[in-house]
């Protein structure tokens, strides 16, 4: 079994990948063992011999942070706080988002900032390796004090509450506990805060849709390379010539992936009788090349938020310093989030167009994409449902981080909403990759009615491989589970 060591080594977004898809343990380096440790250890010797009240480890939370807590009640300040905090509601947090959130959690707590115990960062570790997922519901955070609520219900099993998935069974934590022999964790000063204090659900679900993302753009390039083809589409405007006066570097990837994807194709090399195409094919290099753009920065936002220390207050053990500020707040990727939500929503927009063009009866195709329509709908209804998740996309690209409503008193009297923000761009990718599906279940069927010319080897290679799943649609016929199946063909097939 491979296993990662958790370090303060860089943790790309590309590494996080290869740990989700490759199955692999992890482990806390000795390097992040002997820095939980030295904190933990300084914060101790601290609470002993400073009389001045810390904010968090020997007073209240929020507004209540002048209210001075006596020593003998600190364990169970951070207890109740983790118990009063977990009011996430909602729908269940997807498990391969609570892994990510598991992950990301070690990850942060492991920089030796934080004042927690080891033996609460090598549960959490143990939690990972057995896939022992803790119920977390997708409402519930402002995305101020970092991502409170859901973060405490990711928390409670430490102690021995809540709920918790293993094994495909639902169970108690409790019995979660008893199962491994473990005994609840006692949290000591700090904990809690340092459990709650952090974007880690926000920046995971982020995290997570740029992954999905990164591999939308590539299919959204190879499937409009097949419905350009099927089109009878020209393939000029993807020429370098163009996009080397106008060099965005999403732009001249764009443009180089549909030729790259193109080339040898019979179709393409036919004398075309059109001057030029639609903007749907025509600006594909400029569409989809934005959204490389966007998804590039919005990759390095977040790659820097899982590498950062997001917890509050934090502890400076080299400085002597305990600081209360502010680095649970979720702007620094509230934004951005809300920007690749608006990216991906344009790569399905210009997607469910060339849908459209390719059952309008023109350039030769037969309207709807059948041979005998009239008797038959064919691909009529299809198109309806991208547009239909086109529309959807457009409301949920209101930008959540415009947004902010004071709360605990008015102390958090600015929020972030990025935790909205991650939520709406995770239905985004949903919905995206369903629009590039239709369009695929279409362009496989208009590419037909080329035959016998043949489009390139990869473009005939994919929907060879297609056509495993999906044929090719003679007659009316129930639609929905092809394009259930063009869905799953998108997300299961490397590219």
């Not at 590494?15 to 101790?44: F, K, P, W």
């Not at 309806?384 to 959807?392: D, L, R, T």
């Not at 939520?423 to 279940?441: D, M, Q, S």
Request: hydrophobic share 40%.
């Amino acid at each position: 079994m491979e296993i990662h060591h958790i370090s303060s080594e860089w943790l790309s977004i590309s590494r996080v990948e290869e740990i989700l898809e490759r199955g692999m343990r992890l482990a806390l380096s000795n390097d992040a063992r002997q820095r939980i440790t030295v904190c933990r250890e300084y914060l101790d010797k601290k609470m002993a011999t400073q009389k001045e009240p810390i904010y968090g480890i020997t007073t209240g939370f929020g507004s209540l942070c002048n209210i001075s807590i006596d020593a003998d009640q600190l364990s169970q300040l951070q207890k109740n706080l983790v118990m009063s905090h977990s009011c996430s509601i909602g729908e269940r947090v997807p498990a391969e988002i609570v892994r990510l959130m598991l992950l990301t959690k070690i990850q942060s707590l492991s920089y030796g900032y934080s004042g927690v115990q080891l033996e609460t960062v090598e549960r959490l570790v143990e939690f990972y390796n057995e896939g022992i997922l803790p119920l977390v519901y997708q409402q519930g955070s402002l995305g101020a004090s970092g991502d409170l609520a859901p973060l405490a219900n990711l928390s409670l099993p430490l102690l021995g509450l809540g709920e918790v998935e293993w094994n495909g069974e639902i169970m108690s934590s409790a019995r979660m506990l008893e199962k491994l022999g473990h005994e609840p964790i006692t949290l000591q000063s700090k904990e809690g805060l340092a459990l709650l204090n952090g974007t880690q659900f926000m920046s995971s679900y982020g995290v997570w849709c740029v992954i999905q993302a990164r591999k939308l753009s590539r299919w959204a390039d190879k499937i409009g390379a097949l419905s350009l083809d099927a089109f009878d589409g020209r393939i000029e405007p993807f020429m370098p010539q163009i996009q080397d006066v106008r060099p965005h570097m999403g732009q001249k990837l764009t443009g180089k992936a549909v030729m790259d994807y193109l080339d040898g194709s019979e179709i393409l090399a036919q004398p075309k009788k059109h001057v030029q195409d639609p903007y749907s094919f025509r600006c594909i290099p400029q569409v989809h090349g934005a959204a490389k753009d966007t998804l590039d920065y919005v990759g390095k936002v977040l790659e820097t938020e899982i590498n950062s220390v997001t917890d509050n207050p934090t502890v400076f053990v080299d400085d002597d310093l305990v600081i209360s500020a502010g680095n649970f707040h979720g702007e620094p990727i509230a934004l951005p989030m809300d920007f690749l939500a608006v990216a991906l929503s344009e790569l399905a927009n210009i997607s469910e167009r060339r849908t459209f063009k390719l059952i309008a009866g023109v350039r030769g195709l037969p309207s709807f994409l059948v041979a005998k329509p009239g008797v038959n709908s064919g691909f009529m209804i299809p198109q309806y449902a991208a547009a239909s998740v086109v529309s959807q996309n457009k409301g949920l690209c209101w930008p959540a981080s415009c947004d902010s409503i004071p709360s605990s008193q008015g102390q958090e009297d600015h929020v972030s909403m990025g935790s909205n923000a991650a939520t709406k761009l995770y239905r985004v990718v949903e919905n995206t990759r369903r629009v590039l599906a239709i369009e695929l279940f279409n362009a496989a069927q208009a590419l037909e009615f080329r035959r016998p010319m043949k489009s390139s080897e990869q473009i005939e290679d994919m929907v060879a491989e297609y056509r495993k799943i999906v044929p090719f649609v003679e007659n009316d016929t129930v639609m929905y589970p092809y394009i259930n199946a063009s869905v799953e063909f998108i997300k299961t097939q490397k590219i």
